[in-house]
């Protein structure tokens, strides 16, 4: 286990030994300092995890499933079949203990997992986070409750609009006027008065990213999509839906749509058909 800054200025890297490639582990100490890195910067890049052959066989599988289009899809979620449940994606080896690292034991997500896609010709996106603070009221930021893992399916370059990743945007505290803007949208002012840099790295890397981090899409150049499958994990906070009885019992769709709207943002995650 190394940690440096990467051949990219400031990108937080940890590099894994052979051994920990050859049996497809992290070590304790790397997983430490995974964990550091995500705690200090707000995420943690680990380049080459997959082999580029199969990574290339999942891009073009997402390749396939974007050219079908939301109407031609029947039945099951393509998303929910091979290969895009491999193990290797929802259950890396490398990400998982990081995550239960850094958020406990008992995370959970829910499926399908998505895809950020930029196509050629597309605009700089706003800068933004995917979440927000867990008490924006408070004057301190407080430990990770939400994770993305992205896998980028090609390579990721300055020309195909490599994310770009303000590191230590996690712990900013935003004031009231940011705050209350839809999506998390952040201050640009300021960000320009902060480090960023643009995530360029091998297909196939696994990045393990606070959500609260500052970041934005960036113009692809290329006459390629590109593609980053997006895995989201979330803390365990009171009677999640892992614990036991919660959620599972179905109410009728005849008791659901006599629901008031307030009542149903309440029982959102309640089950009904």
Same mark, same amino acid.
């Given at each position: 286990m190394h940690v440096n800054s990467g051949t990219t200025i400031n990108i937080p890297k940890l590099e894994i030994s052979p051994q920990e490639r050859a049996e497809n582990k992290p070590t304790q100490e790397s997983v430490v300092a995974a964990t550091r890195l995500l705690r200090e910067t707000g995420l943690v890049v680990i380049e080459s995890v997959f082999p580029r052959d199969w990574i290339a066989e999942i891009n073009s599988a997402m390749q396939a499933v974007l050219d079908m289009g939301e109407d031609a899809h029947h039945g099951t979620h393509p998303m929910l079949e091979m290969p895009f449940m491999d193990a290797r994606i929802i259950d890396n080896p490398f990400a998982m203990p990081i995550m239960k690292a850094a958020m406990g034991e008992k995370? /959970?997500?829910?499926?399908?997992?998505?895809? $950020?896609?930029?196509?050629?010709?597309?605009?700089?996106?706003?800068?933004? #986070?995917?979440?927000?603070?867990?008490?924006?009221?408070? +004057?301190?930021?407080?430990?990770?409750?939400?994770?993305?893992?992205?896998? +980028?399916?090609? !390579? /990721?370059?300055?020309?195909?609009?490599?994310?770009?990743?303000?590191?230590?945007?996690? =712990?900013?505290?935003? %004031?009231?006027?940011?705050?209350?803007?839809?999506?998390?949208?952040?201050?640009?002012?300021?960000?320009?008065? =902060?480090?960023? /840099?643009?995530?360029? @790295?091998?297909?196939?890397?696994?990045?393990?990213? %606070?959500? #609260?981090?500052?970041?934005?899409? @960036?113009?692809?150049?290329?006459?390629?999509? #590109?593609? @980053? =499958?997006? =895995?989201?994990? /979330?803390?365990?906070?009171?009677?999640? +839906? !892992?614990? +036991?009885?919660?959620?599972?019992?179905?109410?009728?769709? %005849?008791?659901?749509? $006599?629901?008031?709207?307030?009542?149903?943002?309440?029982?959102r995650f309640q089950a009904h058909d």
């Open positions: 995370i /959970f997500a829910y499926l399908p997992y998505g895809c $950020n896609s930029t196509s050629p010709g597309s605009d700089i996106q706003w800068i933004h #986070r995917d979440s927000g603070q867990l008490f924006p009221e408070l +004057p301190f930021a407080l430990p990770v409750s939400t994770i993305v893992v992205n896998i +980028p399916l090609v !390579d /990721f370059t300055v020309e195909n609009g490599a994310t770009e990743v303000w590191p230590g945007s996690h =712990l900013i505290v935003d %004031d009231d006027a940011v705050r209350n803007t839809p999506y998390n949208v952040c201050d640009e002012k300021r960000a320009a008065q =902060l480090p960023s /840099f643009q995530l360029v @790295m091998p297909a196939g890397s696994v990045v393990v990213r %606070d959500m #609260r981090c500052w970041h934005r899409a @960036m113009p692809n150049s290329t006459q390629t999509r #590109r593609h @980053m =499958l997006a =895995l989201v994990y /979330f803390r365990r906070f009171h009677h999640s +839906p !892992d614990a +036991p009885s919660i959620f599972n019992a179905r109410i009728s769709e %005849d008791i659901w749509s $006599n629901m008031s709207e307030a009542a149903q943002e309440v029982y």
